[in-house]
Nanobody
Framework: QVQLVESGGGLVQAGGSLRLSCAAS????????VGWFRQAPGKEREFVAG????????YYQDSVKGRFTISRDNAKNTGYLQMNSLKPENTAVYYC????????????????????WGQGTQVTVSS
């Protein structure tokens, strides 16, 4: 079992940066790929970025490539999402998720492939 708690959200002006953290408890965090998702008002939840178990591989939604960076520190049981050059359209509740995977290369992009979810943190980008 893994419990996830996000932090780091807030209000930022367009062009600014935020760093989200995802603190995990439980013994199996390092067995999980980690993903970040977001859900804006009136829209479906969407995949933003993912990282494999060991942290050596990442995958991003096209719209955030070059601006967002996902990382993890398994020794600290923590995942991160560094968000730079934020845009108003990035406003959403951001969720981290952890999914048990069988191979180190796997990075799920579908929400249903993740087993554990945090409560979400609000990110608001003003224009």
């Amino acid at each position: 079992q893994v419990q996830l708690v996000e932090s780091g959200g807030g209000l930022v002006q367009a062009g600014g940066s935020l760093r989200l953290s995802c603190a995990a408890s439980g013994r199996t965090f390092s067995d999980c790929a980690v993903g970040w998702f977001r859900q804006a008002p009136g829209k479906e939840r969407e995949f933003v970025a993912g990282i494999n178990r060991s942290g050596g591989r990442t995958y991003y939604q096209d719209s955030v490539k070059g601006r967002f960076t996902i990382s993890r520190d398994n020794a600290k049981n923590t995942g991160y999402l560094q968000m730079n050059s934020l845009k108003p359209e990035n406003t959403a509740v951001y969720y981290c998720a952890a999914g048990r995977v069988y191979t180190d290369r796997t990075i799920p992009t579908r929400g249903r492939d993740y087993d554990y979810w945090g409560q979400g943190t609000q990110v608001t980008v003003s224009s």
